[in-house]
Every structure is written in C-alpha cells, then in structure tokens.
T-cell receptor, first 113, second 112 residues
C-alpha cells in the first residue's frame, strides 16, 4: 500500500496548457506539502497545508494553485505552463508541525515543450 | 533564519571506501535534523534522524551525530556499497511552524 501517491508519474505538455497533479496520502497525516526539484536536484518547498488550511505559500507564481478538498488530498493545478516549469514535483506529508519526518511520493516529472 | 549547507558533489567512491558528507545548519531554537536519501527515479525517503544535541542517528550502516557546538550533522558510513549510489539530503525541521529546510543534495556514485 503506497503511503503517499501522486499521479501522473510523467507529464509531457505544450507551453500555455493547464495541467493538474494529484496527491493522496493514506497515513492519516494532518500536513501535506508540494516541493519542486530542479535538474540540479535542488529541492524547494512551494506550499504546505495543515488540515486543509494553507500554511506555507512560498514565492511561487500565481499560475500555481494548490487545492485541498480534504486533509488526505492536496492537488496542484498549474495554469499557462512555461518552459521553466519543467521539473520533478514531489508531494509529501507529515503527522504534525515540526519534528516529524516527511513521507514523499515518488514524484511527477513534468516536461513542458 | 533556518538553513542547511551541505558539501557539494558529485562524490565518487570505490566500493568499501569510507564516506563522509558534511552538513552544517543555522537555526532558531533547537531543530530536529535529518538525512534523506533519493534513489534514482524515486522520491526522498528518511535515512536517519536526531532530535536533540548529542543524539546519534543510524540506519543501514550510516551514522550522523547532532553536534550543537559545531552546528553540524555529518553523514558517515564505514564501507559503502554500489547500492548506496543515490542523492543524499541533509534537512532540518524547525521547532515551530511545520517547514522542513533541505540542503542542496549531494550525489554519491559508488563504483565496483
């Protein structure tokens, strides 16, 4: 049973399109995250939700909009995709604020052509 | 503020060599410290952690000791294997708020 699952695993699309990445966790965790990993493996947090409430919203273009319908799901919608959005996007969850480990999904590799 | 600095890679070692990946941190208060590992094509997974000063985290032959006096959490393994080839991330979790701070990652390749 996958703890944190995200779909799709691969996403290839044209510039200007709108796409979504879905994430679900079955761990009962209260906090979920979206991270972006660039080609140099640098990992940057984008958003964090705690119990469906937005907690962290880093400096991310407003083309990126997270949505949390319930605390087990955190989806990422991206409007008007740009070449620079190409990266691997990771969803993660943790039980509580601070001190606990993160559980990561296996990533969504987004390629914008 | 909170941040993590780890040694730049890539690191290439022969099988059975000794591994050290340096990690230092700056933090407000007393953070928890972690090493995460990312195998090719996969997400990050926790390798080991330490939650207070002088704690030693260990797993799969890897060790790291939380050194408050030097604000360090260096990762070590006495004898690496080809299967240890991966990217290693040092991270801290601030005691307040729910944000994790990651280092830039160090790529390790172990050759037979």
């Amino acid at each position: 049973d996958t703890a944190v699952s995200q779909t799709p695993k691969y996403l290839v699309t044209q510039m200007g399109n709108d796409k979504s990445i879905k994430c679900e966790q079955n761990l009962g965790h209260d906090t979920m995250y979206w991270y972006k990993q660039d080609s140099k493996k640098f990992l940057k947090i984008m958003f964090s939700y705690n119990n469906k409430e937005l907690i962290i919203n880093e400096t991310v273009p407003n083309r990126f909009s997270p949505k949390s319908p319930d605390k087990a799901h955190l989806n990422l919608h991206i409007n008007s995709l740009e070449l620079g959005d190409s990266a691997v996007y990771f969803c993660a969850s943790s039980q509580e604020q601070g001190g606990e480990k993160l559980f990561f999904g296996s990533g969504t590799q987004l390629s914008v052509l | 503020g909170n941040s993590v600095t780890q040694m730049e890679g890539p690191v290439t070692l022969s099988e059975e060599a000794f591994l050290t990946i340096n990690c230092t941190y700056t933090a407000t208060g007393y953070p928890s410290l972690f090493w995460y590992v990312q195998y090719p094509g996969e997400g990050l997974q926790l390798l080991l952690k330490a939650t207070k000063a002088d704690d030693k985290g260990s797993n799969k032959g890897f060790e790291a000791t939380y050194r408050k006096e030097t604000t360090s959490f260096h990762l070590e393994k006495g004898s690496v294997q080809v299967s240890d080839s991966a990217v290693y991330f040092c991270a801290l979790s601030a005691p307040t708020g729910n944000q994790f701070y990651f280092g830039t990652g160090t790529s390790l390749t172990v050759i037979p």
